[in-house]
């Protein structure tokens, strides 16, 4: 649903930014919730933040041209792929060094905060086209 509204409005930032900002706030609650079936019920609402994969994909073919945006969905995955390294050692890391899950739970959200926050940050201009139609 985000990314059908996200491709009926056109607008592509919030509708990233949104869910993962979303996650980020769930998992500090989760952080500071004693009550285990909160934590789960929250844990699966935070799923949401899968919602930004649709208007996020789009984004770099916006605004970049087509090699260009073939590169850089090269250096997303690569990102994510370091991301899928270091994230799960630092949850671990952390899990050890206090003795519980919470520390864990406020980096994942800070990371979601953050990732949220920079989003918007991204200015995608609209292309301008010309009157005629050959030079489309």
């Not at 979303?22 to 789960?40: K, W």
């Not at 994510?80 to 919470?102: E, Q, R």
């Amino acid at each position: 649903m985000n990314g059908w509204h996200s491709d009926r409005s056109g607008e592509r930032r919030w509708h990233t930014a949104g869910p993962l900002l979303f996650a980020g706030i769930i998992y500090l609650l989760v952080a500071v919730t004693p009550s285990f079936p909160a934590v789960i019920a929250m844990l699966i609402v935070a799923g949401g933040w899968y919602a930004y994969y649709p208007p996020f994909w789009t984004m770099p073919a916006s605004f970049l041209s087509e090699s260009a945006a073939a590169a850089s969905f090269g250096l997303i995955n690569s990102v994510a792929h370091v991301g899928g390294f270091i994230g799960p050692t630092t949850v671990g890391y952390l899990n050890d060094w206090t003795g519980g899950m919470s520390a864990a739970f406020v980096f994942i959200g800070t990371s979601y905060l953050l990732a949220g926050s920079v989003v918007p940050a991204i200015r995608i201009r609209t292309p301008q086209y010309s009157a005629t139609p050959a030079s489309r």
